[in-house]
């Protein structure tokens, strides 16, 4: 139990509540990931699993509940230590990749490293084994900005896994990738979830890339239901 490395508890959400009647995302949320784990959370638009991400994340401060991630509970961290522990903890993959498009495919994957002080030589190997592993290593060094939006979406998934993240956070990771190109980018995420002992949250509006999780939640009226398996 005290191995999870994501924990939440009784999450609740309103946004805007200090403005009357504010709006309920999350009502109740109850969600536990340990070492090895991959859950898909599936949901309607608007149903909040952006705002789980983002509250899992440390980004959002929720109205209710607890977030505890590798044993650190977040509602007691400061936003510093929120910072640094998402810096070193949390590899993010969201819907809007934050790339920096004048920088070259392996600078941008290398970023994270470089910013928290990484060995560089290190840093750069790593880089280029995921970037090899996404099928982009030929093109490591063009900027960023030529690229189409599922290359850079794959160049997104390797920034976040590049520092070894005990959590991994995906929205829609395979959004705008073709079923096969995202096939392969789940293959990845997987993988290294699975083989650095990590664990990984993903959200999908694929029921076939959320049936090769581990588990499988819907998010529906602010709380988690167990989605049949596929
Ligand atoms: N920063 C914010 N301030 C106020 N309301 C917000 C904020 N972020 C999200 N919301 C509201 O919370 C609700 C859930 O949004 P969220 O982005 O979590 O949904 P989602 O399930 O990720 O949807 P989608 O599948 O379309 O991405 C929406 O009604 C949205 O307007
Ligand atoms: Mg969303």
């Not at 190997?125 to 093109?139: I, N, S, T």
Request: aromatic letters at 4%; glycine letters at 14%; charged letters at 25%.
């Amino acid at each position: 139990m005290g191995d999870d490395i994501l924990s939440l508890e009784a999450i609740g959400m309103t946004w805007d509540a200090d403005r009357g009647a504010g709006r309920t995302v999350l009502d109740g949320v109850d969600l536990r990931l340990g070492r090895g784990e991959a859950v898909a959370l599936v949901g309607r638009s608007g149903s909040g699993k952006s705002t789980l991400l983002h509250v899992a994340a440390g980004i959002a401060v929720p109205t209710a509940g607890r977030v505890v991630l590798v044993g650190h509970d977040l509602g007691t961290a400061g936003e510093e230590a929120r910072t640094r522990l998402r810096r070193d903890h949390v590899g993010l993959v969201f819907q809007f990749f934050h790339l920096l498009p004048h920088l070259s495919l392996r600078e941008n994957v290398a970023l994270p490293g470089w910013i928290a002080g990484d060995d560089h030589a290190r840093t750069h190997e790593r880089a280029d084994r995921l970037l090899g592993r996404v099928g982009l290593l030929d093109r490591a060094g063009d900027a960023v900005g030529r690229l189409s939006g599922g290359e850079q979406q794959r160049v997104a998934l390797c920034r976040a896994l590049l520092r070894g993240p005990a959590l991994v956070l995906a929205d829609e990771p395979t959004g705008s990738l073709d079923d096969r190109t995202g096939r392969e980018v789940m293959d990845l995420l997987l993988d290294l979830t699975r083989q650095e002992g990590g664990a990984l949250l993903y959200v999908t509006h694929s029921r076939e890339l959320a049936a090769r999780a581990d588990r499988s939640w819907l998010l529906v009226d602010g709380r988690l239901r167990a989605e049949a398996a596929a």
